[in-house]
């Protein structure tokens, strides 16, 4: 990102997320109550300090007391002095404001925080003294998001004669209103204050110089006006561009001044007088004069990539202040629909770069470099779309027909927007603040502005039938006790709140959630998070499930699995429930586990919902079916481990990891095939889920995992410390195999799993297709109950936050189609091309028995280490030998298979196996040398059998039409 680089190519400690202006300028540990701190706006314009605060963190733990600082301006060079109200009396005097965020002792950090987000600190975290008794002055203001006590001079602890004072670069405060001083340079173009690199090179962020010495005076046109400000990331004041651009494409030809607005329209040409300054790391003009001088014009410039932009960041630096489009070619997808932003709280859209951003524990595992790359990259792509003014409700601002339509009267408008779609034609100002460029949007949007690519709406679920399907079904907190007359729930605190606002919200999302179920069409489902207050007639599942039955044939209808005497399900305010079609299955047994919950000192508990297991018997077979319903506890509670999240896995990892072993424990001791489903609030690469499917692909040196601490299962003490998990429960996410790419939630604006089917390994080969049905996480939040355009289509569309999980099960065994392999781009498919492995082997085959007679082997050539690819042409070679511990063999044959592209792409191959006499052998499986395998393999006499059995992969390509492919490279 544009901060990091900067840092890293002039070594300067700068803020991640901007460049940070206000600092903690000195902090005094005196004798008794005598603590005080100060903070100074170094910059050079008045801040206001809306959104930031002064946090303490004692004793290295947690950020504890704060003071916020909203309503707070600080002109350039003012101080703000923090007191302790029992401080001497010539202390106070120095005081602004007295706040209990003083009571710090000298292993203690303070921090300055906007929005949540560590702008300068003192204090090494580590709960060691650091200002023990003394006074510290701050000589260096460049802030900095971890301690550097080189930036500060230490004096004595009685000694606060400096506080209200602070002298920046060895001068005197600053003048809030500085006259240009030198006179204005000459006019300029507004490329040459822009430069050619992040900061202009007229200041020195890194060294606190933000703001230039000079005053220069430039010429453009106005290409948009800002009359009100919008949060902290745009002043009043307007967008200014060059009529006619200069012929350096790595300069931007546009800039953002700060000024009154008096008087001004669009297209008017005006002259600029003022400094140049890097405001949080945007380059502006805080004008000191304005002259409007006559009219102009400029038209939108396409955003354009060069050769030599390392990542998309820098093609927008290129851009920033300049009024730009996006079209096809800058190829921008939507990474987040229009929904609401927690940081600056209002609506807005994020679009990345030639992809979706997808989180990085999805495709990474936790805290490895592969994860910390993705996470990087992810940064580097995102744009955001925003407004002149605060969306906080209702359409964007500029796209007004959003929402708005439904031309063919089905019941979901026309105009909206998903993610995935690319943008085409949107066009506006480019800014940057908080960490990223945004787009403020100056032409109106519409139905064609975003282009759907392969990721349109579709009514129901697309996929292949088999006998029986499952899904999972999110309902992002259905309940009715509070405003819908439903039964009483126990375990709903009192004032806790949760589900619809109101009746109305609690009706429409009725409506949506059951349009989505009569869809969705499962044979079974696990239904998360509905209310736990029962099965009677006025329960919420019963009056969710009596709402989806009302639009079935009675055929379809579903019924709600209970245990006989279970009234509910865990002592949560929420649970999971299974619904199911008895024309389809049976209940054979049912049993609830109760999972681990976390206690804490003083009696707070971090609890998950029981998971509820139901075995199912079908009327055309005798095997049965265990499916496990569950829901891990959230990324968002306080756990005891949680000193840190620097692997993105989120809050209480470790009790999400002590579910999953004991989920896998008890699962263990049922017979038969197994489903597990649900909420697993665990991205595809996490701990949790590495637990529940296998750990063979972990990289090396990869941390320990470890179970959750202080739990307790069925108000027993399970785990009183934290155990080290080694095991791995072998159940298959089909999902991998099948839609890799595939996603049901959004994280800001990062896409991934956190919703699963999991199947037993031997179930894996009767998976007949599986996918996410996107009707929630892609959609715009604008379309949930909770919102008046949601209010007006009682569809499936963003029924919920999380998409439905789907697997469609054929208990006779049909194979997955398989994948198109992995190929080089545009090149020919000759003997030597490489090919790249999948994880795991897809479709393989029945093993038939060997025997005298002949049999094929099956070679698993994902188990080769040589590298993630494989060459067509490869040999694999295969030898079966009776030689004993003193290599002494008395019969062994050896046979080869040269390798085509598909097999490789699937990751596994037969090798024919004749001429071979009874008995027992040791089987060597070797490409170049290097060992796949080796395994004792008997061999039986039966040379009457005929050879049947699998359909290998020559019949698979061969029914599927592509039996050409596999002759190609024999």
């Not at 109550?33 to 946090?55: F, H, Q, R």
């Not at 779309?385 to 031309?407: A, C, H, L, N, R």
């Not at 299974?578 to 707070?604: F, H, W």
């Not at 009790?655 to 197994?674: C, F, H, M, N, T």
Request: hydrophobic letters at 40%.
């Amino acid at each position: 990102m544009k901060k990091s680089l900067i840092a890293a190519a002039i070594g300067a400690v700068v803020a991640p997320s901007v460049h940070a202006n206000i600092v903690i300028s000195e902090i005094t540990e005196g004798s008794g109550n005598n603590k005080a701190i100060e903070i100074a706006n170094v910059g050079a314009a008045s801040v206001l300090l809306d959104g930031y605060t002064v946090e303490l963190a004692g004793n290295g733990k947690d950020w504890g007391n704060k003071l916020s600082l909203d309503g707070v301006t600080l002109a350039s060079g003012q101080t703000y002095v923090i007191i302790n109200s029992g401080a001497a009396a010539d202390l106070k005097e120095k005081g602004d404001i007295a706040s209990d965020v003083t009571y710090f002792n000298g292993n203690d950090d303070v921090a300055i925080k906007k929005d949540g987000t560590i702008m300068d600190i003192v204090g090494n975290r580590d709960g060691k003294d650091f200002n023990k008794d003394v006074t510290l002055r701050r000589t260096d203001f460049s802030p900095s998001t971890t301690y550097d006590a080189n930036k500060f001079a230490t004096v004595d602890m009685n000694d606060w004669s400096d506080f209200g004072n602070v002298e920046i670069g060895g001068g005197t405060n600053p003048d809030p209103d500085p006259d240009p001083d030198p006179d204005p340079q000459p006019q300029v173009l507004i490329s040459a204050l822009q430069g050619s690199g992040w900061a202009s090179p007229y200041t020195d962020p890194a060294n606190g110089k933000f703001i230039s010495s000079e005053s220069f005076t430039v010429e453009g046109v106005i290409t948009a006006i800002q009359t009100q400000a919008l949060d902290g990331d745009l002043p009043v004041g307007f967008f200014m561009q060059d009529e006619t651009p200069d012929s350096d494409a790595k300069t931007s030809d546009g800039i953002f001044v700060a000024a009154s607005v008096d008087g001004l329209a669009v297209g008017d040409k005006v002259r600029v007088t003022g400094p140049v300054e890097e405001n949080y790391g945007w380059t502006q003009m805080p004008a000191t004069a304005v002259e409007k001088i006559g009219t102009g014009s400029v038209s939108a410039v396409a955003v354009t990539t060069l050769s030599d932009d390392a990542e998309f960041d820098f093609t927008l630096e290129r851009y920033e202040g300049m009024l730009v489009k996006l079209t096809s070619t800058t190829d921008m997808k939507v990474s987040r629909s229009y929904s609401f932003d927690e940081g600056p709280q209002r609506y807005n859209l994020v679009l990345t770069q030639g992809k979706v951003n997808v989180h990085p524990n999805q495709s990474f595992f936790p805290g490895t470099q592969q994860a910390a790359q993705a996470a990087d990259c992810n940064d580097d792509a995102r744009l955001v779309v925003e407004s002149f003014s605060k969306d906080t409700q209702g359409q964007p601002s500029w796209y007004p027909e959003f929402g708005k339509t439904d031309i063919d009267q089905n019941g979901s408008s026309e105009d909206y927007i998903r993610v995935g779609d690319r943008a085409s034609n949107l066009q506006g100002v480019l800014g940057y603040s908080h960490s990223d460029y945004r787009l403020y949007v100056t032409e109106e949007a519409n139905n064609d502005t975003f282009i759907a690519r392969g990721n349109n709406r579709t009514q129901a679920p697309v996929l292949k039938s088999g006998d029986v399907r499952i899904a999972t079904f999110n309902t992002d907190e259905y309940f009715n006790s509070l405003v819908g007359n439903g039964e009483a729930n126990p375990y709903l605190s009192a004032g806790q709140t949760a589900g619809a606002e109101n009746a109305t919200i609690l009706q429409q999302q009725t409506a949506k959630l059951a349009a989505a179920l009569v869809a969705l069409d499962a044979d079974i489902v696990g239904v998360i998070g509905v209310e736990n207050n029962g099965f009677g007639e006025s329960s919420a599942i019963v009056q969710l499930v009596s709402a989806v039955n009302a639009k079935l044939p009675e055929a379809k209808k579903y019924e709600i699995v209970k245990e006989k005497d279970l009234t509910h399900i865990g002592r949560l305010a929420s649970s999971n429930y299974v619904i199911y079609r008895p024309s389809v299955a049976g209940i054979k047994a049912t049993q609830v586990i109760a999972m681990p919950e976390q206690r804490l000192e003083g009696g707070q508990v971090i609890a998950q919902p029981d998971a509820l297991v139901p075995e199912f018997s079908f009327k055309d077979r005798d095997e049965t079916l265990t499916v496990a319903v569950t829901q891990f506890v959230d990324k968002d509670q306080a756990c005891l481990e949680d000193t840190s999240n620097s692997d993105k896995q989120g809050a209480c990892e470790n009790l999400r990891v002590s579910a999953a072993d004991y989920l896998g424990q008890k699962l263990a001791d049922i017979d038969g095939e197994k489903v597990i489903l649900g909420n697993l609030n665990s991205y595809g690469k996490e701990d949790a889920i590495t637990v529940l499917t296998n750990r063979t692909s972990l990289p090396a040196g990869y941390k320990v995992i470890k179970a959750a601490a202080q739990t307790f299962v069925d108000d027993k003490a399970f785990d009183s410390e934290s155990r080290v998990i080694e095991a791995s429960y072998g159940y298959e996410n089909v999902l991998d195999i099948v839609a890799p790419k595939s996603f049901n939630s959004l994280n800001g604006d990062e896409s991934g799993n956190l919703d699963y089917i999991l199947t037993s390994a031997g179930l894996k080969a009767n998976v007949l297709d599986a996918g996410h049905w996107h009707i929630n996480a892609a959609e715009s939040a604008l379309f949930a109950a909770d919102h008046s355009v949601g209010q007006n289509y009682a569809d499936a569309y963003r029924a919920a936050e999380i998409d439905p999980v789907v697997v469609d099960i054929a208990f006779a065994g049909k194979p997955l189609d398989p994948v198109d392999p992995t190929l080089p781009g545009d090149k020919p498919i000759v003997v030597g091309t490489p090919i790249a492995l999948p994880s795991e082997p897809i479709n393989e085959p029945r093993l038939e028995a060997p025997s005298t007679a002949g049999f094929k082997y099956l070679v698993d050539l994902t188990a080769y280490t040589g590298s993630s690819y494989l060459k067509v042409g490869d040999e694999v070679v295969v030898s079966f030998s009776d030689a004993n511990a003193a290599f002494v063999a008395t019969s062994s044959s050896v046979a080869k298979d040269v390798l085509d592209e598909f097999e490789i792409a699937l990751g596994w191959t037969e090798v024919p196996i004749t001429g071979i006499a009874a008995g027992e052998y040791t089987v060597t499986t070797s490409i170049d040398g290097t060992v796949l395998e080796r395994k004792q393999v008997a061999v039986a006499d039966n040379s009457s059998d005929s050879d049947g059995g699998s359909t290998g992969l020559g019949a698979l390509l061969a029914l599927l039409g592509l039996g050409f492919l596999r002759r190609k490279f024999n």
